[in-house]
């Protein structure tokens, strides 16, 4: 049973001959423990996938489902609470907030959820010890490498232990090294942790370390491939 899963997924945007199709007609499953990437010139439709897939904006048509959850028939509430809980979000700018620490930031969602303090700081800190930052719980953004703060953003986003990932140029920012570490830490999400996770990205060389690579052109998905260097 696929976690994600769209049936003719579709936005435009606007009405008449002004209109704009984003997305047209998409299908996509993507399982528990998978990291996808997904690719393609830019206004192809990426960044509305994932706004589609996490909640973010309704489709025209179509339909998302995440763990047999469709997302069109919940109401704003029970959307907003999804979202909390099974959905983590990773960005191309960290969106740290300056003043507070590595595991203040981390915390932040459990805190949003109705967590009392101790409980979400005791969950940040052991995420944050696992992805490698055990010795920075205490370090404010600005006392962290650019790859650092990323993996702080990565532990904040599986603090509510969610089942998807979705993250959106997530090495955007970083220089080469880190960027691969980024993405192998993304891999070790989906395999160690059963996580799926979604990457979008513009990086060919990034795009590598996923399962699978799929390609997008004018609002469709175009080829969707196995990683050649993943079956080897």
Known sequence: MSLIQTENLTKVYGAGETAITALNCVNLQVNAGEFVAVMGPSGCGKSTLLHLLGGLDRPTSGSVMIQDHPLAKLSDDALSQLRRRKIGFVFQFFNLIPILSSVENAALPLLLDGKN???????ASEWLTKIGL?????????????????????ARALVTEPVLILADEPTGNLDTKSADEIADLLKQVAKTWGRAVLMVTHDPRIATHADR???MRDGQIVEDKRNAKDEG
């Open 134 to 154: 055990g010795e920075r719980l205490k370090n404010r953004p600005d006392q962290l490498s650019a790859g650092q703060q990323q993996r702080v953003a990565i």
């Open 213 to 215: 690579i799929v390609l």
């Open 117 to 123: 303090s101790a409980q979400a700081k005791h969950k």
